[in-house]
């Protein structure tokens, strides 16, 4: 057990408010794992898949309300509303924290509470953070186990120290008697995902799906992280990390921002087209940056595990996902075929002619309806990729070359630019943007929306002042010893809305140009949106389907466009209102400049 008497009052001031039948401690074990499980299908609130076909595998169902992230219950409770920004969901702390005392009162009655101490990052880091997450879901203690170091190890580690209070309730009380649901949850408006930063504690209620629950996950490394990142001069950032490796063995890492469902996993896990080229996997979703003893910026994936989308996923999309989730994988809401396998929109077989959807229900493909959910989900400990890279939990972090920032565009933005500077690079991903999708419940799912460093919905503080610390960080280090930062866009469409850009394996030879710009191997040339690469410096050698004419059209920095581009960022900056960093306006002049005063330079024709 513990001696640490703030986590044991605070156990005991939990435990009076939501009153649980009984108090549960995760000590991680394989065997409290099992237990956990096997009780989740006696209650039919999980699934065991045929385990000849995927041993160690479940299946879960949410209740159809309960599908993703909510962004419209996510809230910011610091002191003021100046202080969350024009972006976030600011509510005040004090009325916030009686309305959600008022919903926990009572709320895990007829429930378990399980105790789940855990470590986001490598025990003994520098890097690391603790939280205890106090849930009445076993559905969130099991996959907890897999996405963080979770349990008695966590609380050795914790002795006497600080953690992160996250308080996670399903909010269904059950009454003496009354038969429990397959997935408990609270009706929307009684949803609430909130984040006090100032009392480093996260209150989580009426959910138990994804980043809702998982409280380590987007609530702690991201929102919770980003502020005391900024308090001590490190980046906590939505990130994937790769490491990759060229024909002569030289190694280089690279992060990369994308927006959510915008294939971090898949190039994350990249099997590259390129001969000779090795991609490994040092994390798919998010990425602490601190200066190392070195002084290189060195990055540390804080999670232990995968919470990957699943439709769209296949052997030919991402093989070592796939390999990833042959065994000991927890699956929600995708869809189940008759021989105990699981299926989805995307796996690369044909549909079987009979299933049982995501919502329990038999389907055909004459259903006319999808049979898993589109923001289905596998859960599955990051030791089990083929690609993992040796040293993915290196507690020194990974010394970072590059990083990518990237979104959904289908026009305007090039393949890949470089940019001109550090604070070149961080006004792109003040601006990057894609397109809504649905990974988070949103009612313009199709637009595109700017989302600065793929981090709109995760900034735990002011927008402004999160791109002013970018700014900061970049101060602290030496000339050279920065990454460069680079955008790119794998989602460049043509005239017909056909993607120009074969993407997947291919991606390889833009990563390519990367590590040779790096390296100053490659040639680039100086476009007004940044450096692009010179012709016949992207290695296109053996690349099918895409001809010159949809090469120089993935290049091109076509200057209208770029025009209206430069107005859009400016009608965005002004909405943003007062307070953005007077070197980003300063970009955005300089944007405007090398574009050229519209009245002067009539367009080609
Ligand atoms: O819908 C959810 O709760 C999952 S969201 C998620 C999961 C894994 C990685 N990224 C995300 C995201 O929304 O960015
Ligand atoms: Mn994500």
Known sequence: MTSNTDLLNWIDEITRLCTPDSVHWCDGSEEEYQLLLDRMVASGAAVRLNQQLRPGCYLFRSHPSDVARVEDRTFIASPTREEAGPTNNWRDPEELRATMLALYRGCMKGRKMYVIPFVMGPIGSEFSLFGVELTDSPYVA??????????????????????????????????????????????????????????????????GYG???????????????????????????????????????????????????????????????????????????????????????????????????????????????????????????????????????????????????????????????????????????????????????????APVSAILIGGRRPGVVPLVTESLSWQHGVFMGSVMGSEITAAAISDAIG???????????????????????????????????????????????????????????????????????????????????????????????????VDEEQVSQLLKVDIPEWRAEARSIRAYYDKLGEGMPSELKDELGALEQRLGDPVDQPSAP
């Open 142 to 207: 099991v996959n907890m186990r897999l996405m963080t170091r979770m349990g008695t190890k966590a609380l050795d580690a914790l002795g006497d120290g600080d953690f992160v209070r996250c308080l996670h309730s399903v909010g269904a009380p059950l009454d003496q008697g009354q038969a429990d649901v397959s997935w408990p949850c609270a009706p929307m408006e009684h949803k609430y995902i909130a984040h006090f930063p100032q009392d480093n504690a996260i209150w989580s209620y009426g959910s």
């Open 211 to 397: 980043g809702n629950a998982l409280l380590g996950k987007k609530c702690l490394a991201l929102r919770i992280a980003s502020v005391q990142a900024r308090k001590e001069g490190w980046l906590a950032e939505h990130m994937l990390i790769l490491g990759l490796t060229d024909p002569k063995g030289r190694k280089a890492y690279f992060t990369a921002a994308f927006p959510s469902a915008c294939g971090k996993t898949n190039l994350a896990m990249l099997v590259p087209k390129l001969p000779g080229w090795k991609v490994e996997t040092l994390g798919d979703d998010i990425a602490w940056l601190r200066k190392g003893r070195d002084g290189r910026l060195r990055a540390v994936n804080p999670e232990s595990g995968f919470f990957g989308v699943a439709p769209g996923t296949s052997y030919k999309s991402n093989p070592n996902a796939m390999h990833s989730i042959e065994r000991d994988t927890l699956f929600t809401n995708v869809a189940l075929t008759d021989e105990g396998d699981v299926w989805w929109e995307g796996i690369g077989t044909p549909p079987p002619s009979h299933l049982i959807d995501w919502q329990g229900m038999d389907w055909t493909p004459e259903s006319g309806r999808n049979a898993a959910h589109p923001n289905a989900r596998f859960t599955v400990s990051a030791a089990r990729c083929p690609a993992i890279a040796p040293e993915w939990e290196d507690p020194e972090g």
């Open 447 to 545: 637009q595109v929306r700017r989302d600065p460093f793929a981090m709109l919905p995760f900034i735990g503080y002011n927008v402004k002042d999160y791109l002013r610390h970018w700014l900061e960080v970049g101060k602290a280090f030496l000339p050279g010893q920065l990454p460069r930062i680079f955008s790119v866009n794998w989602f460049r469409k043509d005239a017909g809305g056909r993607f120009l850009w074969p993407g997947y394996g291919e991606n390889a030879r833009v990563l390519k140009w990367i590590f040779q710009r790096m390296l100053g191997e490659a040639e680039a040339i100086e476009t007004p949106a940044g450096l692009l690469p010179a012709p016949g410096a992207l290695d296109l050698e053996g690349l099918e389907g």
